[in-house]
């Protein structure tokens, strides 16, 4: 088992800063891949980004050039940094952990965190 808590939410005006952490605990972090995840009300859970246990990393279209994800495996924790926020990033932000292989699709992970908010205002 992977446990996972989210932190870093909060509320930012558009085009502002955040950086969301996610620390993991329990088997081998290197073994997972991680993604980020989010869920704004009424729509459902979408791709943010992900990273692979050595560092590729892959991004939605709509986050692309704005946020960055990283990790760092000695620590066990993995990072989401968004930059030039906008209204429509505003959502709850799940982090997830799947064995070894990287994917957009979040029915392939089998650990998640309790999410945290996110909220950009105009």
């Known amino acids: 088992q992977v446990q996972l808590v989210e932190s870093g939410g909060g509320l930012v005006q558009a085009g502002g800063s955040l950086r969301l952490s996610c620390a993991a605990s329990?088997?081998?972090?290197?073994?997972?891949?991680m993604g980020w995840f989010r869920q704004a009300p009424g729509k459902e859970r979408e791709f943010v980004a992900a990273?692979?246990?050595?560092?590729?990393?892959y991004y939605a279209n709509s986050v692309k050039g704005r946020f960055t994800i990283s990790r760092d495996n000695a620590k066990s924790w993995v990072y989401l940094q968004m930059n030039s926020l906008k209204p429509e990033d505003t959502a709850v932000y799940y982090c997830?952990?799947?064995?070894?292989?990287?994917?957009?699709?979040?029915?392939?992970?089998?650990?998640w965190g309790q999410g945290t908010q996110v909220t950009v205002s105009s």
């Open positions: 990273i692979s246990w050595n560092g590729s990393t």
């Open positions: 329990g088997r081998t972090f290197r073994d997972y891949a």
């Open positions: 997830a952990a799947r064995p070894t292989l990287v994917s957009s699709n979040s029915k392939q992970y089998d650990h």
